[in-house]
């Protein structure tokens, strides 16, 4: 029982992996017995994964049919998208207080990934980047239920929407937000860094909808 529960950990782990590095991608259908060969795995760990991320609402089942990676519709990122907002906005009056010289460190490290993961093209990577620099913000407070749930609201969004239509032009526009709000935290300024937060998320929805959700 311990092993298969391992190894369905293993499993689950793994197809979270391959969503994160876009080797599989929002609308596929996904066949668990390709899967388990591919993981080398048996059937049923790989059967047990897939039920567990189709319950988080990674995937979808239709019975007879089986699994493909959902799609974020436009009703779930609007919600997503509030949680994530509330949630950053809830706690950075406590992360501003509890500021240290080693969490002003730590947000600067996030920031310096997300610009070094720019290239020529958008990349999921920018996605997970940019989650972790506000990752970072949350995590000053010392809430681990709420560090885990930003990145887990995160993780809902830009796993289930596809990034080819997504375009440069927004992301200098991100480098100069984040460079803003850090200074805004650095220098204490509860009321600016609100301000802020609130422009960047709806800078973000504004853009994001617009490409992903324009049919």
């Known amino acids: 029982m311990k092993e298969t529960k391992n190894l369905t950990l293993a499993a689950y782990d793994s197809i979270k992996k391959m969503m994160f590095n876009y ?5 596929q259908r996904l066949v668990f017995i390709d899967l388990a060969k591919q993981l080398n795995v048996s059937r049923t760990p790989v059967n047990n994964a ?28 609007e919600s997503l998208y509030e949680i994530r907002e509330i949630l950053e906005l809830g706690i950075i009056g406590k992360a501003i207080r509890s ?17 070094n993961s720019i290239k020529r093209h958008v990349s999921r990577e920018l996605f997970i980047m940019d989650m972790e ?4 913000i949350v995590d000053i407070a010392k809430n681990e239920f709420l560090s885990t ?5 995160s993780q809902k969004i830009f796993l289930r929407f596809r990034v080819e239509d997504l375009r440069m032009q927004r992301i200098d526009e991100i ?3 984040h460079d803003n709000l850090l ?15 609130k422009s960047h998320y709806e800078n ?11 049919k």
């Not at 973000?204 to 324009?214: A, M």
């Open 50 to 77: 897939l039920s567990i991320l189709a319950k988080e609402g990674y995937l979808d089942f239709v019975p007879h049919q089986g699994y493909w990676v959902h799609k974020l519709t436009r009703v779930e990122a």
């Open 133 to 136: 620099f506000h990752g970072s």
């Open 23 to 27: 080797e599989i991608v929002p609308g």
């Open 149 to 153: 749930q930003y990145r887990e609201i």
């Open 183 to 197: 200074n805004a935290i650095t220098s204490k300024d509860v009321a600016k860094s609100t301000e802020l937060i």
């Open 204 to 214: 973000s929805k504004s853009n994001l909808f617009s490409i992903i959700f324009k």
């Open 175 to 177: 480098v100069v937000e």
């Open 99 to 115: 500021l240290t010289q080693d969490s002003i460190k730590q947000i600067l490290e996030a920031k310096k990934k997300y610009e």
